[in-house]
């Protein structure tokens, strides 16, 4: 399976890392320099997910040659549908006018998404002999902050992506992935509202009051994120590159999940990672949860001569869950 | 690969129709014959998804020689699961013991999500070459539906399972499978809540009101979801028997999703399908959502000689989406 080309989409309302601080009190120097924002966009009141999501696919439709009626699959990586029910995927095979033929899903993982969902579009296309895949990221965070809570805002960004993946293409080849779930940490990153609790079990019948604002908020422990990171990480990547027989110094490009800057540049040192085989978009879109890493792919194949290159690319948040896998690009 | 067994749970508390009756104001024959429920089971108001998802799991441990530490991947499928963030399976992985590198994720489909995810399980272990793999289902509805909400409290019951899949196993075989999605009609079962609406953007700082009770709420057009059964299943299910060169005699039977009892019936006459090959299993749990089928099968594989026999496999629901398979037990 080969990806073939990736078109992303940002909301066109942006946030200036001074306009960050104000929202939320954190110090416009930190946000800028250690988160590593200079500015980000969000969804406006009136837009969703899916909506961000079709502007991406639409144009991937209008840079290739890929057009609704050959796509066969579609995987939709969210944790944050416009929905709880039905899935984005469907919702979003009738916006773009996909056959009913088409197989559409969604993938429950957050920043590790991407990398997992490659390797599950893979071997679906693989077993189902589906020619073409449409692989669709949107984690509009926006929606789930608040916009003064200090621990989570001056953090993410909202994007969407969309990679046309096809089974019997070329172009690239993805190697072996190292996968990992370390769920007893989970609640580092997470959304309390659910568990046991139902509004339709613990409430009486009058009760319009179903949830604090709280329990929908997206709660970070920055600082077990930060260590999960640094633990986990560099291991994943060294453990992928040997799986496939590679070393260090033949990859030519680190697409690195954009958690912050810190983190990125602090957990690449750990690895060894030198400075110029990183790229880094956090500056411009913030922590874009599964769409960071095609984002950063995107703007690679648009910029760079990637013939006979070799891209690892990692994932790792939400679960909390990683995968590493390691993209190669034909002569 | 090869589904190895299948193992379920459900609930302790019981209710029987004249209880789910007293609740809702529907007509006792209504519940008991028409969606032909004589009882179901519900979670109590302490007891969560993974908590019956984890009781299936280890009930499928006790039976069979599969072990935590043998599991590879964990697929759950879900649209109801404990929190919106982090995903089920990497919460289950951890109360189950299994390994770090076990790659886990969730995948967002309803009725037909059984038979969608054994084709991405199956694809998933032979791109990865990983052996053993764990899929759970579990739909917990009780937690999204009001007790006296009579369009679809009268339908549904909690229920989960685990089956063990594996990869160079060959107890069975998977067919060609005819997926299927119609998103158009998405909104016949839907959980209004979000979408463009965030308790974040639209409400003022110091409101906690966040959701209406009903925004919260399943919602289900039964007409539209029995036009939609009526139209499209058929036409998957010969589609499916002839793609796999069968004939609808040559099938044992039809493990079908149990929407209910009326639903089923008229559409398997549509097909031409004679009762003693249409197992049923919703009089003693309700609809069950994504645990219908595989239950349906532990009660085959628990009870007949399958060796040589073929059963077609048919979910179709939430998206709206559907997926139909062939599932051959060999000599």
């Known amino acids: 399976m080969s990806i073939e080309a990736i078109a992303s989409a940002v909301p066109q309302r942006r946030e200036t890392a001074a306009e960050i601080a104000r929202q939320t009190g954190v110090d416009e120097a930190f946000i800028a320099d250690k988160v590593g924002i200079q500015y980000r966009h969000v969804l406006g009141p009136d837009e969703t997910g899916i909506d961000l999501a079709e ?42 006018g996909l056959p009913h033929r088409c197989a559409a899903f969604d ?3 957050g920043c590790s ?37 200090k621990a989570t805002n001056a953090v993410f960004g909202d994007g969407a992506t969309a990679t046309w993946l096809r089974r019997t293409g070329n172009r690239t080849k993805l190697g072996i992935c190292d996968f990992g779930t370390d769920g007893a940490n989970g609640k580092a990153i997470m959304v309390p509202a659910g568990g046991a609790k139902s509004p339709f079990v613990s409430l009486p019948h009058e009760a319009t009051l179903v949830y604090d604002r709280n329990e929908l908020r997206l709660h970070m422990l920055g600082r077990d994120v ?19 027989k590679l070393s260090l110094e033949s990859i030519d490009w680190f697409a690195l999940h954009q958690g912050s ?6 957990m690449a040192d750990r690895v060894g990672i030198a400075r110029e085989k990183l790229p880094v978009n956090i500056d411009r879109y913030g922590n874009t949860v ?10 690679l194949m648009q910029t760079a001569d990637l013939r006979g290159r070799k891209i690892v690319i990692s994932g790792f948040g939400v679960g909390l869950s990683w995968a590493t896998n390691v993209l190669s690009f034909k002569h």
């Open 55 to 96: 502007a991406a696919c639409r144009r991937l439709f209008d840079r290739t040659q890929l057009k609704p009626e050959d796509i066969g699959t579609l995987v939709f990586v969210t944790q944050t549908p416009d929905h709880p029910i039905p899935h984005n995927s469907a919702l979003l095979a009738a916006r773009l």
């Open 107 to 109: 993938v429950g993982l």
């Open 113 to 149: 998404g991407y990398v997992y969902a490659l390797s599950i579009a893979e071997g679906f296309l693989a077993i189902n002999e589906i020619e073409h895949g449409l692989l669709v990221t949107c984690d509009p965070y926006s929606k789930i902050i608040a916009a003064e809570d």
């Open 226 to 244: 930060f260590n999960f990171v640094m633990n986990r990480i560099p291991e994943s990547i060294h453990t992928c590159i040997a799986a496939n």
């Open 261 to 266: 800057r810190y983190m990125l540049f602090a």
């Open 290 to 299: 599964s769409s960071s890493i095609p984002m950063l792919l995107e703007e």
